[in-house]
């Protein structure tokens, strides 16, 4: 909470991160509410001055006091909206510092912590928030600082007036302080054991409206039960804290009303004052405005406080994520020891982080430059986890894998992923224009997409469409692909990165037609002194390469090229005569 040093790093680092979006505005911003948060206290000893002139019958006096009264208001004027303007400002330079942070971070992170469920809530809550939160943070740091500048100036002058006055104001505040305290510390709680429901309402939420779900959720009647189950989430969400915000609000009206009679007791005070003329005309009425003053500065300060203690679950959420270590991909070598190795996996084992049982299981397997190694098994035998390993997505658990004779620990990730080309099964679908869909295969190349559109099928897509169709039908004139369509543009991307000599395919002709398939495979096939890696379920078209190998519950089952694995009559023999049949007419 507020008053823990957490707390305290966490203001720090706000601060730290405004100053960084816009140092100038900040010190502006600081400057205005400092002057708005003294040109009242100034504007009513003037007053009180004015008034014991007006009395005493001092024309002149008189005078130049309601002339520097005007004044004082007027550069009061200015502050605020000067304040107003610089914190819009600065709230737009903060929140796009931060968004900023958040997307490098993000995407830097290595694939095991961004799958982390606790990495993924902080993500999702940062994102969401920070375009507004952290400068609202900043406005309650602010609105706090001019709170307390105004309570001391008040006080100040009241402890002039009475001593007494002084401890007044100091009083009043206390009951509203404890109170927002105490619960903003119960908010707190509350939100940091909802997180979880939260996300399953999020989550619901989503399913509900996105496209991508829209066509099941029509014709499998599924709306109204997801939000009968989203709603019950609502109510109970609802039902816990209107409880806690009906509590504080009982809490709060009393110890507000406690505050504001000690303030109408101190009113009473220096109302006897001024009539035993104890004080003057001028004093009474100085004193009667600064109570208001100091009141409003308690309830900024209080108020601010506990506003404070709240955001503090979202702030601290922001910089933990922001602080996840980041590995150095530009660290390490950027040569092995022995070029034209290949690739070697030597006993290699793996599990997710944070998961239970081996998804791969004391693999080895050779894969030298010029070799094509095809990988067949069945759904979850952890055929797209060993390409994961083998681009150095995940580290292995036990075993090793060396490229060219150096353990994939040791390469410099930029090195290694600028000799890759790969299609996933879940391959990108960027929401640019067709040919920048190719073009982002190889940031520095420069060549015209054609030669690999051919090679992919995706000349089709472009010849029909046009390269510079924008894709993504939330945006202005913006279309649709096919599902096969999109895995030719994925293709034709993984192409050119023609300098790539680690090309990786995951099932990447699923959703093409026979004749693509046939063209896209020609190709893959035709990568002199690359290393290629297939994974494929229509087994036939790995007939040509050097090696296949079915993986079986995470381990190798049987090796061999497409020939002798017919020959031995297991596994594979048995898949493809199972796929051959389904090709004879009935
Ligand atoms: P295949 O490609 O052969 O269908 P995968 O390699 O995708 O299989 O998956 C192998 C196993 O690993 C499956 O049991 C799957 O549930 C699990 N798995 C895959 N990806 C992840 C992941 N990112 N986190 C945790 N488990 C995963």
Request: charged share 25%; proline share 3%.
């Amino acid at each position: 909470m507020s008053a823990s040093p957490s707390a305290a790093s966490v203001a720090k680092r706000v601060i730290r991160a405004a100053h960084s979006a816009a140092a100038s505005l900040v010190r502006r911003v600081v400057l205005a509410t400092l002057a708005a948060a003294i040109l009242p206290a100034l504007a009513a000893w003037l007053g009180k001055r004015l008034v014991d002139a007006v009395v005493a019958g001092e024309r002149s006096d008189a005078i130049w006091l309601l002339g520097a009264e005007a004044v004082v208001m007027v550069l009061l004027a200015v502050a605020l909206q000067g304040a107003q303007l610089t914190k819009r400002l600065l709230g737009l330079r903060l929140g796009d510092t931060l968004r900023g942070r958040i997307a490098s971070k993000a995407s830097s992170l290595t694939l095991a912590t961004l799958e982390t469920p606790r990495v993924q809530d902080q993500l999702t809550r940062s994102r969401k928030q920070a375009g507004s939160r952290p400068m609202l943070y900043v406005e309650r740091l602010l609105s706090i600082a001019k709170g307390a500048l105004a309570l001391a100036v008040a006080g100040t002058l009241l402890a002039g007036v009475h001593p007494v006055a002084l401890i007044v104001v100091m009083l009043a505040g206390a009951p509203a302080l404890l109170v927002t305290f105490r619960f903003a510390r119960r908010h707190h709680d509350l939100e940091g054991r909802r997180t979880a429901m939260r996300r399953e309402q999020s989550y619901l939420e989503n399913v509900l409206s996105r496209e991508d779900h829209a066509k099941e959720v029509r014709l499998l009647g599924i709306g109204d039960s997801l939000l009968r189950r989203w709603r019950t989430g609502a109510n109970t969400l609802y039902g816990e804290q209107s409880e806690l915000h009906r509590r504080e609000s009982r809490a709060v009206t009393i110890a507000g009303a406690i505050g504001t009679v000690l303030f109408y007791g101190a009113y009473f005070g220096v109302v006897a004052m001024a009539v035993e003329r104890v004080i003057s005309l001028g004093e009474m009425t100085m004193a009667l405005v600064l109570f208001r003053q100091a009141q409003s500065g308690v309830q900024s300060v209080v108020l601010g406080l506990g506003q404070l203690a709240q955001d503090q679950l979202y702030m601290a959420d922001l910089f933990a994520f922001l602080d996840r270590p980041s590995p150095r991909d530009d660290v390490g070598l950027t040569a092995g020891p022995l070029p034209g190795d290949g690739i070697r996996l030597e006993n290699v084992s793996f599990s997710y982080p944070g998961t239970e049982g081996e998804v791969l299981r004391d693999i080895d397997l050779h894969l030298p430059p010029g070799a094509v190694v095809g990988i067949v098994g069945q759904n979850g035998s952890g055929k797209s986890t060993l390409l994961k390993l083998i681009l150095g997505l995940y580290e292995v658990d036990a075993g090793r894998i060396t490229l060219d004779g150096l353990d994939l620990r040791q390469w410099n990730r930029r090195a290694l992923w600028r000799r890759v080309a790969a299609v996933f099964q879940d391959f990108a679908r960027y929401k640019l224009t067709i040919d920048e869909n190719i073009e982002l295969g190889d940031v520095s190349e420069t060549e015209p997409v054609t030669r690999a559109s051919i090679a992919s099928g995706a000349d089709e897509v472009r010849a029909l469409l046009g390269g510079e169709r924008r894709l993504g039908r939330s945006f202005p004139g913006g279309t649709d692909l096919s599902g096969g369509q999109w895995q030719k543009l994925a293709l034709a991307r993984a192409f050119y990165r023609e300098s790539a000599d680690i090309r990786v395919f995951d099932e990447p002709t699923a959703a093409l037609d026979a004749i693509t398939e046939a063209k896209v495979f020609d190709q893959i096939y035709s990568e002199p002194g690359a290393m290629t890696l297939v994974v494929a379920h229509r087994v036939a078209v790995l007939r040509r390469a050097d090696e296949i190998v079915v993986l079986h519950e995470g381990k190798i089952a049987e090796r061999g090229t497409h020939r002798s694995l017919l020959e031995s009559g297991g596994r594979y023999a048995e898949l493809f005569a199972l796929q051959a049949e389904s090709y004879v007419p009935a």
